[in-house]
């Protein structure tokens, strides 16, 4: 992944959000787990992307 690609994917993921949470009017409940699903979502996009979520698949708990 390119770094710069990284930088202007996440630039505009955070522009979208705020246009989200700035001009269109809902409840701030829904606007919270509008932000959470879309932190989460990046999160785990950029954990794929760097290559570091086939680790995480390793992982096993319990027995």
Known sequence: MD???LI????VVGVLLWLV?????MDGKIKR??????VVAVVVWLLNGL????SIRGVRVGR
Do not use: F, K
């Not at 202007?8 to 630039?11: D, G």
């Open 8 to 11: 202007i994917t996440l630039i």
């Open 21 to 25: 949470n700035t001009y269109i009017p």
């Open 3 to 5: 770094l710069i690609s």
């Open 33 to 38: 787990i509008l932000n959470i699903v879309v």
């Open 51 to 54: 290559g570091l979520m086939d």
